[in-house]
C-alpha cells in the first residue's frame, strides 16, 4: 500500500490538473492538514517539486514511453511524475520509489501498475538524458530542463535575450529561501526563537530575517512570527506611511501589518479585502497579531466606499502571479500567453479607482507578482500621462538597489518572488 503522503500528494497533483484546480485550495484540503509535521512536510515537498520540474520529467518520460503522454490516462501520468521526481531528484530508495509507484497507477488504472514498472525501472537503470545546451540551444533547454511551457518560454527568450531567459528559469527551479519577522509587540521574540533553535541571518529589507536553521511553525500560530516573502515585505515596507493608510488588496495581512508595525503608533491601517473567505483570513491574523492598529473591512478595490482621502494607498493588485513560479509552481501550467492582458484590464481599472483616495501629498503604490511588462509598466505609464497631478517618487537609499529606471524590480534570482512596484506621489 502506497503511504498516506504519497496518495495524498498524488491526489493534490490530480486537483491541481482540472480546470479550476490551485496548489492552494489543494494543499489546504483538510485530508493535508490532518497529516502529523514531518508527512505533511513529505506531501508539499513531492507536489512542489514535481510542479517545478514538470517540464523536465515530461521531456524523459517521453522517451521511455511509446505513446504521447497527452494519450496516457492522467492519473496514471502524474504517478509517473511523481516517482521520475523522486528517483532524479530525491533519495527516497529506488525500491521504495517503485514499489509505491506502481500500487498508485494501480489505484487509478488496475491494467496500468505493469506499465508504470517498466517505465520507472528502465528509468532506474538508463538514468535521465543529457540537458540540452542553454548556450547552443536556450529554447530546448528552457522547455525541458528549465520546465516551462513553451510559450513563456519563447516570450522570456525573445524579451529578455536566451541568457538571462535562463537565468531566471534556473532561480524559478528553486525552492525559495524561507523569510520572516518577528512581532514587535513581542519583546522576547528574538530569545524565544534562539532558544527553539532557530538561527535566522537579516535579509536586505530592514526587520526581515532569512531562515537558515529550526521550526517556525511553533511560533506561527501564537503571534511571536510572520512567515513573509521578502519581495512582499519590500512592497509593504515602501508603502509605510504616517497617518492612515489604506491596503486595497489587503488578505491574506502580512503587507498591512508590516505598514502598521512600522508606524510604531503614528500610522492606522485600513485593510479591504472583497473575497469572504480571504476576509476572515485577514482578520485572523490580524488578532493573532494583536495589531490593534490595523482596522479590517469588506470594500471592493473597483468600488471603495471611503469619503476621505488616505495619507497612503497601497494597491498590491491581482495578477498572473508569473514571478512566483517557484512558490507556486502551478502557474506556468494554468497560466496561458493570454493572461498578463487579461490581467491588465482589471489592474488599469483598479488603480484609476484609487487615484482620488490619495490626499494632496500622499503616496499611491502600485506593485504585482509579475514579471510582464503588460501587467507593470504598461499599466502605470498611461495612468501617469493621463494624471499629471502625479509623480514617481524614489525610493529610500536602502532600496535603491532595485531601482530599475522610474520603478522597482526585484528578480527572482535575488531570492524570492519577483515584484514590480511603482511607488508615486501626488503632488
Known sequence: MPSPARRLALDVLARVSRPGGTLARALAAPAVEALDERERALVHELVLGTLRRRGWLDHVLGRLVHQPLERVVPGVLEALRLGAYQLLFTRVPPHAVLSESVELARAVEPRAAGFANAV???????????????????LAWLTSSGSLPRWLAERWADRLGPARAVERARALLEAPPVHFRTNPRRPDAADRLAAAGVRAQPAFVPGSLALLEGRLSPFLESGIAYVQDVGSQL????????????????????????????????????????SPRRL????????????????????DGLRPPFARPFDAVLLDAPCSGLGTLARHPDIRWRCGPGEPERQSRRQRALLEAQATLVRPGGRLVYATCSVEPEENEQVVEPFLAA???????????????????RFLRLEPAAGGDAFFVARLRRR
Do not use: N
Not at 120 to 138: F, M, S, T, V, W
Open 120 to 138: 520507472l525501472r528502465r528509468l532506474q537503470r538508463e538514468g535521465a538524458p543529457p540537458e540540452p545546451d542553454p548556450a547552443a540551444d536556450p
Open 280 to 299: 476572515r483570513t485577514l482578520e485572523s491574523l490580524r488578532r493573532r497579531w494583536g495589531a490593534t492598529q490595523v482596522r479590517v473591512v469588506a470594500a
Open 235 to 274: 512592497v509593504g515596507a515602501l508603502s509605510a506611511a504616517e497617518g492612515t493608510v489604506l491596503d486595497v488588496c489587503a488578505a491574506p495581512g502580512g503587507k498591512s501589518l508590516l505598514i502598521a508595525d512600522l508606524g510604531e503608533g503614528r500610522t492606522r491601517v485600513v485593510a479591504a479585502e472583497a
Open 387 to 405: 494624471h499629471a497631478e502625479f509623480e514617481v517618487e524614489g525610493p529610500p537609499d536602502w532600496a535603491d538597489r532595485f531601482r530599475d529606471g
